[in-house]
């Protein structure tokens, strides 16, 4: 069984949360120059819903689990 990219991003920001593109990319690859297709498959989770993005005071996108909203769960 084959783990995608996007199942590993999802895993460490379960994980380890307020990660960043850099972070994840070194995490996965050993460094931070693969933080393109880190960006890309981020934003297809963020679209997706999987998982959040927040800009830090830096600028720099850090993850997080998201959290389900009440509407969501039938309250």
């Known amino acids: 069984m084959a783990v995608s990219l996007a199942d590993v991003i999802d895993f460490l920001v379960n994980h380890r949360p307020g990660l960043s593109e850099s972070d994840i990319a ?3 690859y ?3 120059d693969y933080r393109p297709e880190i960006e890309q498959t981020c934003n297809r989770l963020v679209s ?3 998982i959040d993005r927040r800009a830090g005071a830096n600028g720099v996108h ?3 689990t998201r959290i389900a909203q009440p509407a969501e769960l039938g309250r």
């Open 30 to 32: 050993g460094k931070p």
């Open 62 to 64: 850090t993850y997080f």
């Open 26 to 28: 070194s995490a996965v």
């Open 48 to 50: 997706a819903g999987t």
